[in-house]
């Protein structure tokens, strides 16, 4: 396992590959994007495993010419961890608008449902549950949370639970998944989740700021980063905002 230190620095992460030779490596896209920009030339034999965020169209083509392959991960912690993968090079994805997620690994099943639990037909989207062995027991201390987003599995056994994910979703034509995005405000950066209303909520609680709203944004170089737009409160008369 590399460091923090030497995850978080192209050059050493870099360096380290070199040195051990590595065949075989999981990061998120911000953690390649930093190895491209590090200056490294890939390896003949890496098998690339990349995950935590969307994967965009420059960054797979980037990594599918400096490696043996090239695979999109996805998955919550509540399913520890991976739950759906596909080869980005295989079956035109470098041609599509978005990269699919691919295909439930082994015990897990992926349903895409209504809001009344019923499966939702290819090409409709609908909400992502996943069910099988990676299913977590649920949240520490938090049975009211864990009731609300682990539910007994209506197409299962009995006893067998599917957790609902909040990611917005379809199966394409051809039996993959799709990822559309989130059905609430959360987001991901970076690969770590943030919820954009604890932000803005914190944020509203400033003297000099009347309303603002947070946003998702990606850099030049395909980096994810938080942005704040704020409206600042009228100064009182004979006040000063400084």
């Known amino acids: 396992l590399a460091t923090r230190e030497e995850a978080s620095d192209g050059l050493a992460l870099k360096a380290l590959i070199d040195f051990h030779k590595i065949n075989v490596m999981q990061g998120t896209p911000a953690t390649w994007n930093l190895l491209l ?3 490294w030339n890939g390896a003949r034999d890496l098998k690339i495993l990349c995950g935590g965020e969307a994967l965009t169209r420059e960054l797979a ?3 599918t010419e400096k490696a043996s392959s090239v695979w999109n991960l996805y998955g919550p912690t509540e399913t520890t961890i991976w739950s759906a993968v596909s080869r980005v ?3 035109g994805f470098l041609e599509r608008p978005s990269y699919p997620i691919g295909s439930p690994i082994d015990n897990t099943q992926i349903y895409i449902l ?3 639990l019923n499966p939702v037909p290819p090409g409709i989207s609908g909400e992502l549950y996943i069910g ?3 299913i977590a027991r649920g949240y520490l201390n938090r049975p009211d ?3 609300e987003r682990f539910i007994p599995n209506p197409f299962g056994r009995s006893g067998e639970r599917l957790y609902q994910t909040g990611d917005l979703a379809r199966f394409l034509p051809e039996g993959y998944i799709e990822f559309l995005g989130r059905m609430d405000h959360q987001v991901k950066v970076r690969g770590f989740r943030i919820e954009l ?8 609680q400033h003297p000099d700021i009347r309303e603002c709203v947070i ?3 990606t850099d030049s170089v395909g980096e994810g980063r938080l942005v704040a737009y704020v409206v600042e409160r009228e100064p009182k008369k004979g006040g000063d905002l400084s």
């Open 132 to 134: 099988g062995a990676g």
């Open 145 to 147: 949370l864990t009731a």
């Open 37 to 39: 920009l590090s200056g």
């Open 61 to 63: 083509s980037q990594l």
């Open 215 to 217: 946003q998702s944004r």
């Open 89 to 91: 090079d295989d079956h």
């Open 114 to 116: 209504d809001p009344y």
């Open 197 to 204: 209303g604890e932000i803005e909520s914190i944020l509203s």
